[in-house]
T-cell receptor
Framework: GENVEQHPSTLSVQEGDSAVIKCTYS??????FPWYKQELGKGPQLIID?????GEKKDQRIAVTLNKTAKHFSLHITETQPEDSAVYFC?????????????FGTGTSLTVIP | NAGVTQTPKFRILKIGQSMTLQCTQD?????MYWYRQDPGMGLKLIYY???????DKGEVPNGYNVSRSTTEDFPLRLELAAPSQTSVYFC????????????????FGPGTRLTVL
């Protein structure tokens, strides 16, 4: 099955700086890569996603890049704010498979220091 | 819409007890999932369902059972609770594939924190 690795496990940045979280995946058939933000005591919430036919996607201060050849994708947060502090998870999925199982990374705890 | 709801929010079980974690979604989603989240780990898939009457095992199904009698409900059953099942459990759902939409957002419930002593 798919194996998703995520780095770093913890990340601290000064407010206003950028944060980058990286993930690698093993199954070349994976074609959908969402990123989730999980705040304390809550369920994960989708913040951005990218499909395998796209190399980059941006939504205001967050962006995701995908390198299919190297099998890695990254989350970029610019101009970080204290409310960006949370745990971020990457995931990989193959929508052509029955059931569309999602495989998650182990998470990155991001702290934005005011 | 309430989205995905889970009950209870918290539960403490003794070893060997059984319980059912409830999950309901009101978005008419076909796919539903149960995950467990352990500290420092990502979410691990326990069971999933692609529609009423159809369920299948995920990565870590041992010790759990599920049923899907309706589109809305996907309960998770623990028959003989063990300390290894101490975790936070999340239920999630996604719409079915529809036309050109080859991907769909996964919506999560707020979680159930289970402790087995």
């Amino acid at each position: 099955g798919e194996n998703v690795e995520q780095h770093p496990s913890t990340l601290s940045v000064q407010e206003g700086d950028s944060a980058v979280i990286k993930c690698t995946y093993s199954d070349s058939a994976s074609n959908y890569f969402p990123w989730y933000k999980q705040e304390l005591g809550k369920g994960p919430q989708l913040i951005i996603d990218i499909r395998s036919n796209v190399g980059e996607k941006k939504d205001q201060r967050i962006a995701v890049t995908l390198n299919k050849t190297a099998k890695h994708f990254s989350l970029h947060i610019t101009e970080t704010q204290p409310e960006d502090s949370a745990v971020y998870f990457c995931a990989a999925s193959n929508w052509l498979n029955t059931g569309n199982q999602f495989y998650f990374g182990t998470g990155t705890s991001l702290t934005v220091i005011p | 819409n309430a989205g995905v709801t889970q009950t209870p929010k918290f539960r403490i079980l003794k070893i060997g007890q059984s319980m059912t974690l409830q999950c309901t979604q009101d978005m008419n989603h076909n796919y539903m999932y149960w995950y467990r989240q352990d500290p420092g780990m990502g979410l691990k898939l326990i069971y999933y369902s692609v529609g009423a009457g159809i369920t299948d095992k995920g990565e870590v199904p041992n010790g759990y059972n599920v049923s899907r009698s309706t589109t809305e409900d996907f309960p998770l059953r623990l028959e003989l609770a063990a300390p290894s099942q101490t975790s936070v459990y999340f239920c999630a759902s996604t719409p079915a594939l529809a036309g050109a939409h080859l991907y769909n957002e996964q919506f999560f419930g707020p979680g159930t924190r289970l402790t087995v002593l």
